[in-house]
């Protein structure tokens, strides 16, 4: 069975940073493509980032320059750190695999960006 868990938001200052972790469990992690979701109240799901199995990236425009994302194989984990944040990026934000599977969104972990 598919788990990933989502951990690492908070309530941060704008301009400040926060790093998301996800970590995953009953999946071929390495061979699997991961991604960054988020969605705020009123708005659809959106995608932020992706990483590859071989490590290459695609960000959200709104995003690109602000965040990363990276993996660890052998952890099993997938993250994000956020930098300068805005806040229009208050959202829970998902991990999943990518594309996404519908059955494997958890319960997200909620950002808030706010002075």
């Known amino acids: 069975q598919v788990q990933l868990v989502e951990s690492g938001g908070g309530l941060v200052q704008p301009g400040g940073s926060l790093r998301l972790s996800c970590a995953a469990s009953?999946?071929?992690?390495?061979?699997?493509?991961m991604s960054w979701y988020r969605q705020s109240p009123g708005k659809e799901r959106e995608m932020v980032a992706v990483i590859h199995s071989g490590g290459g990236m695609s960000y959200a425009d709104s995003v690109k320059g602000r965040f990363t994302v990276s993996r660890d194989n052998a952890k099993n984990t997938v993250y994000l750190q956020m930098n300068s944040l805005k806040s229009e990026d208050t959202a829970v934000y998902y991990c999943?695999?990518?594309?996404?599977?519908?059955?494997?969104w958890g319960q997200g972990t909620q950002v808030t960006v706010s002075s």
């Open positions: 999943n695999l990518f594309p996404p599977r519908v059955i494997y």
């Open positions: 009953g999946v071929i992690f390495s061979i699997n493509a």
